[in-house]
């Protein structure tokens, strides 16, 4: 079974600047989730998908950040302009349900690692 | 929201030894605590986990335990091994918008 695909798997940008991730999750699996991992720490939720609609992104710094599933499969992550504080593994992660008594185990893509100089 | 803090940041010890990693969270209503292994530049993957229903569970010589009135868990490593070297997070999903928050993680290494 292919797991979750993510790409680039590094990124190195400059300041304000924009950069883009993309996720394809595992076939079948409706949540799609994109965490923010700084070095270090543990991961931080960005926003979470259920199919093409956003379960929660009150962690999104919306005013540079946004995440699109429009057809409820892969994902994009974009973050314009970047900052110096971005810099981290940006994780997408994927389950097959998701809550309450149906909880389902999250896998996760290999990361894509910006740098932002 | 969730609040999930784990202790200790650093775990050293002697192979064979057990090692004990702890975990507390602020929803009374999180229902499902999963425990994720990270090694280094490698993805976070699923080694155990535990539902609210259930006070305890194991699986050779891994186990976690849990607390709901304490609002607490636990994660035990028997017998450690070299290769159980690796950063070890603990999560909470709660009830609203089942959102998985993850403590700081533990860094654990297992001398030969």
């Known amino acids: 079974e292919a797991g979750v695909a993510q790409s680039p798997r590094y990124k190195i940008i400059e300041k304000r600047q924009s950069v883009a991730f993309w996720c394809n999750p595992i076939s079948g699996h409706a949540t799609l989730y994109w965490y923010q991992q700084i070095l270090g720490q543990g991961p931080k939720l960005l926003i979470q998908f259920q199919n093409n609609g956003v379960v929660d992104d009150s962690q999104l710094p919306k005013d540079r950040f946004s995440a699109e599933r429009l057809k409820g499969v892969d994902s994009t992550l974009k973050i314009q302009p970047a900052k110096l504080e971005d810099s981290a593994v940006y994780l997408c992660a994927s389950s097959f349900r998701a809550g309450g008594s149906n909880t389902g185990e999250l896998f996760f893509g290999e990361g894509s690692r910006l740098t932002v100089l | 929201g969730e609040n999930v803090e784990q202790h200790p940041s650093t775990l050293s010890v002697q ?17 499902y605590f999963p425990w994720y292994k990270q090694e280094l530049g490698k993805r976070p993957q699923l080694i155990i986990d535990i539902r609210s229903n259930v006070g305890e569970k194991k699986d050779q010589r891994i186990a976690v335990t849990l607390n709901k009135t304490a609002k607490h868990f636990s994660l035990h490593i028997t017998e450690t091994q070299p290769e ?4 070890y997070f603990c999560a909470a999903m709660g009830s609203a918008g089942n959102m998985l928050t993850f403590g700081g993680g533990t860094r654990l290494m297992v001398k030969p």
């Open chain 2, 84 to 87: 159980d070297s690796a950063v």
């Open chain 2, 15 to 31: 192979e064979g030894d057990s090692a004990v990693i702890k975990c507390t969270y602020s929803d009374s209503a999180s229902n």
